[in-house]
């Protein structure tokens, strides 16, 4: 088969192997079989429990809050616990608990769990048993991780190739016409599945198809530094299975250096770069109804795994024009004072930007504002800098406190930064930047200032969500 015209200025890959007619049903289980879930809430152990539960698993899971996500297990029959852990949780039938990253090795139902000999696996090693036995399609990343993986699942779905999914956000697709979901089941033996960094639980995955759309400096609690992250990330293209193929960011200097490193260590794998001054990249831009152009990148990143599974480009375009978003990525909410409000997971100075040019882009002419929750303490010191200048696309920004982590805050003396420090900063550059001390505050500041026709982008990965969705409750009641 010949390089599509398209794909010149691409290294093309070994020819990938999975063509729908090669592919057969996956189950395996027993209906004995009971799992359980220590945090159930989180979005990527809540799409394990839907796996487990389509496959046949009775599941339950903990966790220390009620949530939509936790709301949408029940309603799917899960029994979720919710407040404190209890070992009296783990029945005498649970056969395996799947555990997230952040519970700590003295939490009582994970305590009794081994005490009892029942196998104890992290979120990121059950998926990793998974992935050995289907052809895993992996997308990882600093940053688009959550759009790139929708976008590679729904050109999948459009060419017939019905894949399993877990993804880190709800796409309205998967279970229309309410809320959406973080899980799809398939019938083949495709798997595309988000693959987190953070405390390199990806290093337990094993990909025939492996994307990463860039590397920056995060979960620096973690690594350090730039220099761990970028051996980390190697690490991860080094685990794809023989005859795989990496899929890269040539536009990312960091990446550029990997794939050198990649290609060296390990000859016998295929190696596509997609960059935004490939020959796709303007048609791209032409159909996309998500903004932004680092959406034009994490779309070519889908195309061209689409291409490396041989789906027709006419499909693969299809897929992507028709794609509006998901769940809080640039998540359109509704009017508030005559100003369209958007929801947006961006927590990163580099996200931060991204979302505000993308904004700019998409309303030239309207005043933005933003409303940030910084997400992690540590995260706030390590990238002060950069934060201080990540605001500069909107025209007025406020600060609400410093969400915490649950379990990633390793000590007290990062208190010393906080929202006040960082919005004296920002307005020492001459942005207008205000401070909040309270949520509750919010409504009667946005109320005095708020026009119609502006733009209110409700920003942050913690419980910004929560006091988005209450502020347009309140407007509802209004």
């Known amino acids: 088969m010949g390089v599509p015209r398209r794909l010149r200025g691409y290294q093309l890959a070994a020819p990938f192997s999975l063509q729908p007619q090669q592919v057969t049903c996956y189950h395996e289980h027993s209906m004995n079989d009971h ?6 809430g989180g979005i990527g152990v809540s799409a394990l429990a839907r796996l487990y539960q389509a496959r046949g698993w ?28 209890r ?38 090693q059950a998926v990793g048993e998974l992935t050995h036995k289907l052809k895993t399609i992996a997308v990882a990343g600093a940053h688009g991780k959550s759009t790139t993986t929708a976008m590679i699942a729904l050109a999948m779905v459009r060419a017939g190739l019905d894949p399993t999914v877990i993804i880190g956000t709800k796409l309205r697709e998967f279970s229309p016409p309410v809320g959406g979901s973080n899980f799809r089941l398939g019938k083949s033996l495709y798997f595309v599945l988000e693959a987190d960094e953070y405390r390199a639980s990806f290093l337990n995955y094993t990909p025939s198809i492996a994307v990463v759309t860039n590397i920056d400096r995060e979960h ?11 051996a980390t990330f190697l690490k991860f293209l080094l685990g ?33 770069w997609y960059s935004l001054r490939n020959p796709a990249a303007r048609k791209i831009r032409r159909i996309l109804r998500i903004p932004g152009t680092h959406n034009v990148a994490n779309a070519l990143a889908a195309y061209s795994v689409g291409r490396i599974l041989r789906i027709p480009g006419k499909k693969i375009f299809s897929a992507l024009g028709k794609y509006s978003g998901s769940w809080r990525r640039f998540d359109y909410q509704g ?23 993308a904004a700019r882009e998409k309303f030239p002419r309207s005043r933005i504002w933003c409303v940030f929750q910084p997400h992690h303490y540590e995260r706030t010191r390590d990238l002060f800098r950069e934060f201080t200048i990540a605001f500069d696309e909107c025209d007025e920004l406020v600060l609400l406190d410093i969400y915490e982590v649950a379990g990633r805050e390793r000590s007290k003396k990062y208190r010393g930064v906080n929202s006040q420090k960082l919005a004296a900063a920002i307005s020492r550059r001459g942005k207008s930047c205000f ?44």
């Not at 809050?65 to 309603?75: G, H, M, N, P, Y």
């Not at 794939?259 to 295929?270: M, S």
């Not at 990163?348 to 040019?357: D, R």
């Not at 990965?461 to 509802?476: F, N, V």
């Open 35 to 40: 799992l359980h879930c220590v945090g159930i």
């Open 58 to 85: 009775r599941v339950s899971g903990s966790d220390l809050a009620r949530s939509e996500i936790t709301d949408a297990l029940r309603k799917k029959g899960i029994r979720v616990f919710i407040g404190p852990h």
């Open 87 to 124: 070992r009296s949780r783990v029945a005498p039938s649970i056969a395996r608990v799947v555990y997230t990253v952040a519970t700590k090795s003295e939490n009582p139902e994970l305590r009794e769990a081994k005490r009892r000999g029942i196998p104890t696996l992290s979120y990121a």
């Open 220 to 230: 620096l609690d973690f690594y350090k530094n730039a220099s761990n992250i970028e």
């Open 240 to 272: 794809l299975k023989s005859g795989g193929t990496a899929v890269l960011n040539r536009d990312d200097h960091r990446l550029q250096r990997i794939g050198a490193k990649l290609k060296k260590k390990r000859p016998d794998l295929g190696i596509m």
């Open 335 to 357: 009017r508030l004072l005559g100003a369209k409000v958007f929801a947006d997971y961006a927590h990163h100075p580099t996200e931060i930007i991204a979302t505000l040019q």
């Open 435 to 478: 401070y909040l001390s309270s949520p509750s505050k919010l409504k009667s500041f946005l109320s005095k200032r708020l026009r119609r026709g502006d733009i209110l982008i409700m920003m942050g990965a913690g419980s910004i969500w929560e006091i988005t969705k209450q502020l347009m409750s309140a407007k509802r009641k209004a």
